[in-house]
């Protein structure tokens, strides 16, 4: 079992749609979770970054963590064509914030 | 400039070549990062450097790879007897100071390698 899990998609959805994302762990020394955006042929730029378990919300995103089942999503609210982008989730790993472990991203196409 | 810098965009060799990957970071940033992504992959930890040393390469998969950062700015990744395996976006990062708070790397687009 790979430490961290992310369906691929391709997900497609029209304009004002809501969107959810997610993603599964497997080890529980995870404390820091992150969601990463990548758009084509770009490198990927932080979106939200979360502690604990919970919500967190920014504008349109909200990111969700249940540490208890090891699962943590991303909610698009109002999802606009320019939020079509590859979306990864991503967890530091040794207590190192820069050695993360990454999901393998969903892409996401946002319709108009 | 602005952002972090990569050259080349695009590199294709043949395998068993020998290539140099350069990435520029963002000034004063005094931590830089290499990570691999496959295609349709998720990014994977190659090297940190903080300032002019290797804090951590314990993601270099083998010794073709090796990394340098001489003035603490500018770094190369080095890939000697480029193999087919090795084709994929090595991505550049870098941060205000190693292990950030924020878990925040600023990412560069990246240098695309083909090895035919």
Redesign the interface.
């Known amino acids: 079992q790979k430490e961290v899990e992310q369906d691929p998609g391709p997900l497609s959805v029209p304009e004002g749609a809501i969107v959810s994302l997610n993603c599964t762990y497997s080890n529980s020394a995870f404390q820091y979770f992150m969601w990463y955006r990548q758009y084509s042929r770009k490198g990927p730029e932080l979106l939200m970054y979360t502690y604990s378990s919970g919500n967190k919300e920014d504008g349109r995103f909200t990111a969700q963590v249940d540490k208890s089942s090891k699962y943590i999503s991303l909610f698009i609210r109002d999802s606009q064509p320019s939020d079509s982008a590859t979306y990864l989730c991503a967890m530091p790993r040794g207590g190192s914030n820069y050695k993360l472990t990454f999901g393998k991203g969903t892409l996401l196409t946002v319709n108009p | 400039g602005a952002g972090?810098s990569q050259t080349p965009s695009n590199k294709v060799t043949e395998k068993g070549k020998y290539v140099e990957l350069r990435c520029d970071p963002i000034s004063g940033h005094t931590?830089l990062?290499w990570?691999r992504q496959s295609l349709?992959?998720?990014?994977?930890?190659l090297i940190?450097f903080q300032g002019t040393g290797a804090a951590?390469d314990?993601?270099l998969p083998n010794d073709r790879f090796f990394a340098v950062r001489p003035e603490g700015s500018v770094s190369t990744l080095k890939i000697q007897r480029t193999e087919r395996g090795d084709s994929a976006v090595y991505?550049c990062?870098s941060?205000p100071r190693?292990?950030?708070?924020?878990?925040?790397?600023?990412?560069?687009?990246?240098s695309r390698l083909t090895v035919l």
């Open positions: 972090v931590a990062y990570y349709g992959q998720g990014p994977e930890f940190y951590d314990s993601g991505l990062a941060s190693g292990s950030p708070a924020s878990g925040e790397l600023f990412f560069g687009e990246g």
